[in-house]
């Protein structure tokens, strides 16, 4: 149950984002929540890896332990790539000159 209203506020948020910046709202919400299961996944690689190579001994059969590495993981990419988008498109917003003022002057140089 959790899990259904982490991945509803994460779309939420990926969705209001691409409406700010008049992008597809749909497709940037479902783009959230494939961000969060593609870092959750991402993530028990790397730490499956790790206890590989440096014997670590981490318990993989406990479902905390493996809730905690894919929320963490999944959570922490998720708003990277947030943040990610929202500097990219807040770089790219044109300003539309207000050039009403401007009509019938000389053109100063």
Do not use: C, T
């Not at 259904?4 to 479902?30: M, N």
Request: aromatic share 18%; no cysteine; net charge neutral.
């Amino acid at each position: 149950m959790l899990s259904i209203v982490l991945l509803y506020f994460i779309g939420k948020y990926y969705y209001e984002l691409a409406q700010e910046y008049y992008k597809h709202r749909w497709g940037y919400g479902i783009l959230g929540i494939v961000v969060y299961y593609a870092g959750s996944a991402i993530g028990g690689v790397l730490v499956a890896l790790a206890d590989d190579l440096f014997d670590l001994g981490i318990n993989f059969e406990s479902r905390i332990n493996l809730m905690i590495i894919a929320f963490s993981f999944g959570v922490s990419l998720a708003v990277l790539v947030y943040f990610y988008l929202n500097r990219r498109w807040k770089k790219s917003v044109v300003v539309p000159k207000d050039e009403i003022d401007e009509i019938g002057r000389s053109p100063q140089n």
